[in-house]
């Protein structure tokens, strides 16, 4: 499945953004989602995830209470809410679709666990 992340940019401290993750050619209604990010000379990490239905997600403690993963099957699109932005969430964020996460048991939060990414959106919060 092709994926397009959007919605990156440059923020202030303490700023929301929200992102969208969209797929052409085949629906992500029977894929569990995900969001990682890189920042600059780091590793990709797990940011957050969800399962099919919308009905679960869980989240990377750093994100945790600032970060909402959500999805819109009908409008095969996944979102991530970002409220509360730190300059330490500067990075890339990639979304990826697994064919795993037909519930929260089964939803991988490591990026081997995710068969599809898309191309990465930039953001950069300022202090």
């Known amino acids: 499945v092709q994926l397009q992340a959007s919605g990156g940019g440059l923020v202030q401290a303490g700023d929301s953004l929200r992102l969208s993750c969209t797929a052409s050619?085949?629906?992500?209604?029977?894929?569990?989602m995900g969001w990682f990010r890189q920042a600059p000379g780091k590793e990709r990490d797990f940011v957050a995830a969800i399962t099919w239905s919308g009905g679960d997600a869980v989240y990377a403690d750093s994100v945790k209470d600032r970060f909402t993963i959500s999805r819109d099957n009908a409008k095969n699109t996944v979102y991530l809410q970002m409220n509360r932005l730190r300059p330490e969430d500067t990075a890339v964020y990639y979304c990826a679709a697994s064919t795993r996460g037909g519930s929260i048991v089964g939803l991988p939060t490591a990026s081997i666990g995710f068969n599809s990414w898309g191309q990465g959106t930039l953001v950069t919060v300022s202090s």
């Open positions: 050619r085949r629906s992500l209604r029977y894929y569990g």
